[in-house]
């Protein structure tokens, strides 16, 4: 499969660029994504264009949940499962596996804070997906890191 959207953008070892919307046809696929203890969160319960769905656990004050995303990138498809959503609510969100809470990055551009889904094993912040904790909020970010993903292409030779 092809990994363009990691090579676009100039010289610069680190990106970062908000995820535009994007025809899902056309749109790259996160093929790898892992909680903070190497989980992965690609599952089967719910998939979006006949891929695995990247599947976080959600929490708040009185309930718990599950919120599956596509893996489509620029595709806004997303599921909720077991769980009352209130569109606005900042939730919690956590590995589907061992539930510990995804690390917090930045802030959104709605004031919630970003946390990173790691698309590498090293669960590094230069390789993630940056997605809103607030429900209803569609910003998500790529980041991602060059010259450190070619060079370790070629270190698994
Ligand atoms: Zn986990
Ligand atoms: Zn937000």
Not at 44 to 49: G, M, S, V
Not at 56 to 71: C, D, F, M, W
Not at 103 to 118: D, Q, S
């Amino acid at each position: 499969m092809s990994i363009n959207w990691l090579l676009l953008g100039g010289h610069q070892s680190q990106k970062r660029e908000v995820i535009v919307d994007q025809d899902p046809q056309k749109g790259e696929v996160i093929t790898e994504c892992y909680c903070p203890n190497g989980h992965t969160i690609l599952t089967d319960k719910a998939q979006f264009h006949g891929h695995l769905g990247l599947t976080l656990k959600i929490k708040n004050k009185t309930s718990e949940g599950l919120l599956v995303i596509s893996p489509v990138i620029g595709d806004r498809g997303r599921t909720f499962i077991d769980f009352e959503k209130q569109l606005g609510e900042v939730v919690e969100i956590c590995c589907p596996t061992c539930s510990e809470p995804f690390p917090l990055y930045n802030v959104c551009p709605c004031g919630a804070h970003l946390v990173a889904l790691f698309t590498s094993q090293k669960a590094h912040f230069s390789q993630c997906i940056g997605i809103c904790q607030r429900l209803g909020c569609l910003h998500s970010e790529l980041l991602s890191e060059r010259d450190l993903r070619l060079y370790s292409r070629q270190d698994y030779l």
